[in-house]
């Protein structure tokens, strides 16, 4: 089964709340926390526009794949922060 790990920026300290494109994910249903890293059960992907593809986009030519977002929500002396869009690895 494919797995991907995203690293947990330095800043970023526990309790935080993580989210794939926009949803919600669960500790321990979704995701572990093996040290920085969050591992997911899953294969999640960044996709990359290629210069063809954003050409064809230019032109109003849509072409679509998987293109997931992992983003933390967390605190830091007390202001409300977000990480986006965190590297994605498989593991």
Request: a negative charge.
């Amino acid at each position: 089964m494919p797995r991907s790990i995203a690293h947990l920026p330095p800043q970023v300290q526990a309790p935080f709340d993580v989210f794939i494109s926009g949803v919600p994910q669960k500790e321990g249903t979704d995701y572990v926390v093996e040290g920085r890293d969050l591992v997911f059960e899953r294969e999640l992907r960044k996709d990359k526009v290629s210069g063809w593809r954003w050409f064809l986009g230019a032109w109003g030519v849509g072409t679509y794949r998987q293109n997931d977002s992992v983003d933390i929500r967390y605190t830091l002396n007390g202001r409300p922060m977000v990480a986006e869009g965190l590297e994605i690895e498989p593991a």
